[in-house]
């Protein structure tokens, strides 16, 4: 008996659903859809068999993506002396399929599931996805079709290079069923791949000063990060004779490579955010992926570079954001060859961790604890002394603040920062309010 099933649907004419069919066909293992067919398997056939066809074909070329039309075959058959319209659709090499209004998404992919067509779930699009497209992250089909490009193609232009669709082929943003790659996401307005960047008050989690969740093209939330960044990367001035040396609490270059490197080796295939967390004495780089298979943190220290993101990394040569590959742990190293305080770097399984120390910080408490030393009569007294002008501000005012301190004692953010602190911690001051309310009250 003629019967529905996987690979068998009956229409007993030409309705706009059909094309629901056919992209569950070529999204599973193919099939015949049958238009002049009853449901329960009678002939009735097509009064107009010429106009079906086209109507068959039109929707085909206009309505499913990618192009489906070499999979498809629309004949004219007799049954039952009857004419009748076959749709004979054969599994696609470049699932899922989707209808063009809807995207790759459940409304617009679907599966056969014994004799119906049914809206396929997040996990078998993936999965076709994944066959489809290997299991490179950055060369398979973006799940996203409606990309615009206007940040990066801002960007390109500042680097004096094309941006169009010729260069996109070149560069992997589109790939060879002519749809638009993950690497395109990426670099795409739509991008929904994160940095959360937060401030801290002192050395812990605990107290927000600021935050701030970057999304949209990687180019783009690079320029923002690092901007974000240089503004709380304070100057430091000293004086050698009549010269004055303004030292940045981090070196620029070790901020631009540790930021390079958390875009371009992260793992995109987790939705988790990259976070960059600011606090007084440190700056911490978190990235979602370990590192990649059979590389170890003492080749990385080498120099040996073993790419997640090929394409990605080659964009950003390209660029000239990156100069050659396996430098950036180098560069942030050597930055610090002259600083008794070093980078740390630290790896799990799924994550990947670079810590900046901040030079001018530890070096101000290098000089404190030096000055509480037993036997240094001249720099003890020189600390009591900024004692005393802190507690005889505190009694005048009420209270004092950080910048308070720093224009009483003409002594850095750092100094100020770490003399409020021991001050607090011996009990002479209370610390009261968070962040721009935080004021010191004496402890009476």
Known sequence: ????????????????????TIVAFANC???????????????????????????????V????????TMFVECRNDMMAEKPVVSVIVQRGTARPYYLHGKGI???????????????????????????????SYE??????????FHKAADFFKKREMEFRKNQMRTLHLIGEDNMYTNLAFLLSDQCTHMINLAVFEGSKKSVFKDRRELSGSLLEQLEEAFDYIDRYNRTRAEFSGLDRLDMRDYPPEAIREALLNAIVHRDYSFSGATLISIFDDRIEF?????????????????????LRNQNLANIFYRLRLIEAYGTGILKINECYGDY???????????????????????EEEQKLQNSSKIGGSTSVTKKQERIDVVIALCRKKGFVIRSDVEMALGVSQSTAILL???LTNDGILIKKGKTKNLRYYENK
């Open 139 to 148: 060369a398979a089909r973006s799940l996203d079709q409606n990309l615009t």
């Open 29 to 59: 293992d193919g099939g015949t859809l049958y238009i002049g067919v009853n449901d329960d398997g009678t002939v009735c056939g097509v009064d107009n068999v010429d106009d079906t066809m086209l109507r068959v074909t039109n929707v």
């Open 61 to 68: 070329r206009d309505a499913v993506r990618p192009d489906i």
């Open 340 to 362: 008794s305080v070093k980078p740390v770097i630290e790896t799990t399984n799924n994550a990947f961790k670079i810590t900046l120390p901040n030079t001018n910080f530890h």
């Open 420 to 422: 409020l602190r021991e």
């Open 1 to 20: 008996m003629f019967m529905e099933n996987k690979t068998t649907e009956f229409k007993r004419e030409y309705v706009d659903d059909i094309k629901n």
């Open 105 to 135: 998404r459940p409304e617009g992919v679907y599966v056969r599931q014994g004799a119906s067509t049914v809206p396929a779930t997040d996990a078998a699009i993936l999965n076709m996805i994944k066959e489809t497209g290997g299991d």
């Open 286 to 306: 978190v990235t979602i992926g370990g590192l990649v298979k059979g590389i170890t943190l003492d080749d990385v220290n080498l120099g040996v570079s073993v």
